[in-house]
């Protein structure tokens, strides 16, 4: 099934959404208030239009402590943006489901899935899910990665867990990090996740940070640990998404998930609002509509 190409598109929001005065409740049947800006003269903004629902896409997981993690995320989320619509779907595995999520809502809604970069998910699954769900003006939004908040996010669980690249300068030159990622066939994910390693090791002072992978991709984060220790790296770090994984593969710390750290949150927030501005120009335009969507869409970890 192809999407509707008679779709009205979302409207992006503008100075005429707002006006300045408080937050104010969202009118009859609306689905609550958009994404906030800042008011004239520097009041707080009241919506004068129901905001799109923001729709987070996890991927699911058979380990009991994903779903949580991403609720917790998602509390964040709401923290940040107060009314404003939010809605978790999955892909599989969990519930709710992706298409039941989809079927429930009525009016606009946003994609912005839980993924690092630009595999299968994003540019297949998720513009298939909104061909099945015609009764919605949809939009999916851009990977969260590569961008520099999805650097920040595993720079502070290796933080949390001790790592101090600039500790120890004679043991600087033996010191890296390997960043833990999902992995997709898709060459365009790979890249997308080697240029969040890159924003890594810029936030680290140029420490090498290079990427392994939990499946589907080359090398495996057993793989590419080993390839540092080949290189002479004796201190090294793992960061990621995976917690028994990353525990088990390395040999100095293992940080924390990424899981509902603050950077990610804040994150989808900026995915859906460049969703939203953004002119239906798909990978370029940062998101796109679901008139576009068949074939090369953009969405989102």
């Known amino acids: 099934m192809t999407a509707s190409r008679t779709r009205t598109q979302l409207r992006p929001p503008g100075a005429a959404l707002y006006e300045t005065g408080g937050p104010g409740p969202a009118g009859p049947g609306s689905a609550g208030p958009g994404p906030s800006r800042p008011g004239p003269g520097g009041g707080p903004p009241r919506l004068l239009q129901a905001a799109p629902t923001l729709v987070a896409v996890a991927h699911g997981s058979r380990d ?34 992706l298409a039941d999520t989809l079927a429930g809502l009525r009016g606009g809604a946003v994609l912005v899935p839980l993924l690092f970069g630009h595999g299968h998910h994003v540019t297949h699954d998720l513009p298939a899910a909104l061909a099945t769900a015609p009764h919605l003006d949809g939009r999916i939004a851009a990977p969260l ?25 004679g043991r600087r030159a033996h010191t890296a990090v390997v960043l833990a990622a999902a992995g997709s066939r898709a060459p365009r994910s790979a890249a997308d996740t080697d240029a969040v390693a890159a924003l890594l090791s810029a936030r680290l002072g140029g420490l090498p940070v290079v990427t392994g992978y939990a499946s589907a991709a080359a090398p495996t984060v057993t793989g590419a640990v080993r390839a540092l220790t ?72």
Do not use: K
């Open 64 to 97: 009991p402590r994903a779903l949580p993690v991403v609720r917790a995320l998602l509390a964040r989320v709401r923290a940040l943006r107060p009314g404003l619509p939010v809605r978790l779907g999955h892909l599989g595995l969990d519930r709710p489901l």
């Open 145 to 169: 990665g590569p961008h520099p908040l999805l650097a920040e996010a595993p720079h502070g669980r290796l933080a949390e867990a001790g790592f101090d690249p600039y500790a120890a300068p």
């Open 230 to 301: 080949a290189r002479g790296h004796r201190r090294i770090a793992v960061a990621g998404c995976f917690a028994a994984r990353c525990a088990a593969d390395a040999p100095d710390i293992a940080a924390a998930p990424l899981g509902d750290h603050p950077a990610l949150a804040r994150l989808l927030l900026h995915r859906y609002d460049d969703a939203l501005v953004a002119g239906g120009g798909g990978a370029a335009g940062g998101g796109a509509s679901v008139r576009d969507s068949t074939g090369a869409a953009t969405v989102a970890v």
